[in-house]
């Protein structure tokens, strides 16, 4: 409760509060009384205080059941907030109606006026507690922040505490812990939306951090129904197989009864909904079918307890039984009603593949690094987006074999052209011409076949020094001075070298840029792939990297602005844009981490 309220939006809460308490109050004490004295009328084994205490845990609904029932039905936006606002505040009421009943259940009577003072104080005291004690809480963190003690590891376990904390003095001084917690949980709501920007780190945890225990809790709730639903189901048969069907029709009369309420209620209108364009039948049946039950009202029945005025509860399982088969119906009925009563949308487009605008996503950012310079940085981002394109099949041989062909008849042509400038001596073209042949066994002959040439190229390029080495005195100066030329000759050939390969690789990736289709990304990432280790045995490793994490933040840039543009033009839904900037955003985090570990 405490997560929910901290996640509702304050303005539609604000606006519609009018509506949000008269659902959360007056129809569910209504309710309780309809269905307390229908039940008993109806079966008088149930007593009254029975009765009305099976109406309290019947009556509040649940936000997190109505998220997931309605995600996919397209219920109107004012509607989903409708419920979502009602289900904070009903629940406290519920408890507070279950609690009375509970008191007249132990002494065997009940003050109407009693009731009301006390419902009064309950609900109103719990929500101005829980809005105190938030208040210092968030004030505290506030303080903390101020202070650089902003950490984490810090502010997250104050406000894990804060539910707990609230409910247990507001519990402590007779009020509900409930409201309590949703109060405080409003006021901190307040502070996650004034801190926008800032503290995104506290910020970001905090709220994975909630989604993950708000998760485990709900799902912990019904797993302990799975565990005690068959406990009770075989009680109830070891007494009367007919008693099954008779609760079964109370569940069954419970969730009509509720439902046509709630339909009354909005009808005749003790609540507005601002929706003109829909008619007011409409509005009142997804209002009453939207009365989903869950967390809260399993919880209600899994707390009656066993003994009450020193004798065990009066059909305890019965009301549990009871209360599960009508969060069943209420889960099921809207499932299949909802879409009914909802108008179909006209189909103007046909749905778009969120893979294919994605992959219209990333073909345009690639055509914008394209646009630079060639470089190995950049080569290497290029096939980083080509494989997010998910379309990498196994290449052709014979594909592959031609664009190698192909790829060393451009560096020749490149090297040609540094010739007829001048740029290229005739010792240095023989050194690199080597270098080439040794790069061509590396893609295209055996592994054994490359070691015996890398060996003899060793042998042959440094035989002369290691035969003067092993044969010189290494103390004379003469030998020192000749291994210092030889090392700084063989420092200026490989900056030599350096550049002409730079010439020669730039002019390989142009070619293998123009002719990179999907059709031959698969053949042209080898050869790609094949140069780019090469290269990166000349290439300066720091700058390259650095160059390569301004490439990919641009490609990010390009990516956004592809989604933005898209949605301007109307070529894309905010959906699918919602869904496109979250992946960006994933790609980015992932990227920003591996970065940091390389570092």
Same mark, same amino acid.
């Given at each position: ?378 080569? %290497? =981002?290029?096939?980083? /987006?080509? !494989? $997010?394109?998910?379309?990498? &099949?196994? *290449?052709?041989?014979?594909? +592959? @074999? #031609? ?103 730039? %002019? =390989?990736?142009?070619? /293998?840029? !123009? $002719?990179?289709?999907?059709? &031959?990304? *698969?053949?042209?990432?080898? +050869? @790609? #792939? ?70």
């Amino acid at each position: 409760m405490f997560n929910d309220a901290q996640n509702t939006s304050r303005r539609s809460l604000s606006r519609n509060l009018s509506t949000t308490l008269s659902l959360a109050i007056t129809l569910v004490l209504v309710t309780v009384l309809v269905l307390g004295f229908s039940i008993h009328a109806l079966w008088p084994l149930f007593t009254l205080p029975l009765a009305f205490a099976l109406g309290a845990i019947v009556s509040p609904t649940d936000a997190v059941a109505v998220k997931s029932i309605t995600a996919n039905v397209g219920l109107p936006q004012r509607i989903l907030n409708t419920l979502e606002n009602e289900s904070l505040f009903n629940d406290a009421t519920g408890i507070v109606a279950l609690e009375l009943s509970l008191a007249a259940l132990r002494t065997g009577h009940f003050s109407v006026t009693q009731g009301v003072l006390e419902f009064l104080y309950v609900f109103f005291g719990g929500l101005l507690i829980g809005a105190v004690l938030g208040y210092l809480i968030v004030s505290l963190r506030i303080l903390l922040r101020r202070r650089n003690i902003g950490a984490v590891q810090i502010l997250l376990p104050i406000q894990l505490l804060a539910p707990f904390i609230v409910y247990f003095v507001a519990e402590s001084v007779g009020t509900s812990g409930i409201l309590a917690a949703v109060a405080a949980g409003l006021i901190h709501g307040v502070e996650h939306d004034h801190l926008q920007l800032t503290s995104t780190k506290v910020q970001f945890v905090s709220q994975t951090t909630w989604q993950i225990i708000s998760d485990i809790l709900n799902g912990f709730v019904f797993v302990l129904l799975g565990l005690t639903l068959p406990t009770v189901v075989v009680t109830l048969i070891n007494q009367h197989t007919v008693q099954i069907f008779i609760l079964l029709g109370i569940a069954v009369l419970i969730y009509l009864i509720t439902s046509i309420l709630r339909f009354i209620w909005v009808y005749f209108g003790f609540i507005k909904i601002n929706l003109h364009h829909y008619p007011k039948q409409m509005i009142s049946a997804l209002i009453a079918t939207g009365g989903i039950h869950g967390t809260v009202t399993l919880s209600m029945a899994l707390s009656l307890p066993f003994i009450v005025a020193g004798h065990s509860f009066p059909m305890r399982n019965e009301l549990i039984f009871v209360a599960a088969s009508v969060i069943l119906l209420s889960l099921l009925v809207p499932t299949f009603v909802m879409p009914l009563l909802l108008p179909k949308p006209a189909q103007i487009a046909p749905q778009l593949d969120l893979h294919l605008v994605r992959n219209d996503m990333l073909d345009y950012a690639i055509s914008q690094l394209k646009n630079g310079n060639t470089t190995p940085a950049q080569q %290497a =981002v290029l096939e980083t /987006l080509y !494989q $997010q394109k998910e379309d990498y &099949t196994r *290449p052709d041989r014979e594909q +592959v @074999r #031609q664009f190698f062909s192909q790829a060393q008849a451009a560096e020749q042509t490149a090297l040609t052209e540094i010739k007829q400038r001048g740029e290229l001596t005739p010792e240095l073209e023989a050194w690199y011409q080597r270098f080439l042949t040794s790069s061509d066994y590396m893609t295209q002959i055996s592994t054994g076949r490359f070691l015996l040439l890398r060996l003899k190229l060793i042998f042959k390029f440094r035989g002369r020094f290691f035969h003067r080495k092993y044969r010189a005195n290494t103390q004379s100066p003469q030998f020192k001075q000749q291994r210092e030329q030889f090392v700084k000759k063989i420092k200026q050939q490989r900056q030599q070298l350096a550049l002409i390969e730079e010439y020669g690789y730039n %002019a =390989v990736a142009s070619f /293998l840029n !123009q $002719q990179t289709t999907p059709e &031959t990304y *698969p053949a042209v990432a080898l +050869v @790609r #792939q094949s140069y780019n280790v090469r290269h990166r045995r000349f290439s300066n490793t720091e700058a390259a990297n650095q160059e390569q994490m301004h490439l990919f933040i641009a490609a990010f840039q390009s990516e956004y602005d592809f989604v933005e543009q898209q949605l301007r033009e109307e070529k894309i839904t905010t959906i699918i844009a919602s869904q496109l900037r979250e992946q960006i955003s994933y790609d980015e985090i992932v990227y920003m981490q591996n970065s940091r570990t390389d570092e």
